[in-house]
């Protein structure tokens, strides 16, 4: 399985965009790059993905480099419910083994007010 | 909607003894995945189902682990003999492909320890 790198952790203030890095330098050609974010107490959640085009949805933007061996994942105005682990993860879903997820250690985003 | 249901939500229990765990999918979703998470780390997968077939099993899961999904809907996962490093949260997912793609939506999880 490709792996991404992400850092652990980052701060915000609300209401102020944020930017995640993942860096997937061995990524396929039919990789898809998914976001998953895990609030307090809670299981994950789908925020967005994406193959070479940017993507916007109505919890945030993907930015995919142009040689897509890196990604931004850009919340647009951090607010306290933000703060979560984000994870980037790398999905063949060609082959049968794209249907699990397979989780790093993600960025843990604080939002501070 | 109701979502993925699991119960129970914690689960506190002796070493040695066994333990299992139920997981509801969203009634159209026809994949099920079941994952452990533990303390500081991500969720590593352990299991797959498509409808009632078990179609992947992680290395992770042992011969004390059995998942089972007999009509293809609701789920379990038994541990037998547990042991303190069974200890973590146990997250279910379920999905269903649309357009080329299947968003997994997970449960809250059951946590267990093993005292």
């Known amino acids: 399985d490709a792996k991404t790198t992400q850092p652990n952790s980052m701060e915000s203030n609300e209401e102020e965009p944020v930017h995640l890095p993942c860096n997937h330098s061995?990524?396929?050609?039919?990789?898809?790059i998914h976001w998953y974010r895990q609030l307090p107490s809670q299981g994950p959640e789908y925020v967005i993905h994406?193959?070479?085009s940017n993507v916007n949805n109505r919890m945030a933007s993907l930015a995919i480099a142009e040689d897509r061996k890196s990604s931004t994942l850009i919340l647009h105005r951090a607010t306290l419910r933000d703060a979560a682990v984000y994870y980037c993860?790398?999905?063949?879903?060609?082959?049968?083994?794209?249907?699990?997820?397979?989780f790093g250690g993600g960025t843990r985003v604080l939002v501070k007010p | 909607d109701t979502g993925v249901s699991q119960d129970p939500r914690h689960k506190i229990t002796k070493r040695g003894q066994n333990v299992t765990f139920r997981c509801d999918p969203i009634?159209?979703?026809?994949?099920l995945y079941w994952y452990r998470q533990t303390l500081g780390q991500g969720p590593e997968f352990l299991t797959y189902?498509?409808?009632?077939?078990?179609?992947?099993k992680s290395r992770l899961l042992s011969d004390r682990f059995s998942a089972e999904r007999p009509k293809g809907s609701f789920s379990t996962l038994e541990i037998q003999r547990t042991e303190q490093g069974d200890s973590a949260m146990y997250l279910c997912?379920?999905?269903?492909?649309?357009?080329?793609?299947?968003?997994?939506?997970f449960g809250p999880g059951t946590r267990l320890t093993v005292l």
């Open positions: 997912a379920s999905s269903r492909r649309r357009e080329g793609i299947d968003e997994q939506f």
């Open positions: 061995t990524i396929s050609g039919t990789d898809y």
């Open positions: 994406g193959l070479t």
């Open positions: 993860i790398l999905r063949d879903v060609i082959k049968a083994a794209g249907n699990k997820l397979t």
């Open positions: 009634s159209e979703h026809n994949r």
């Open positions: 189902f498509q409808n009632e077939a078990q179609l992947e």
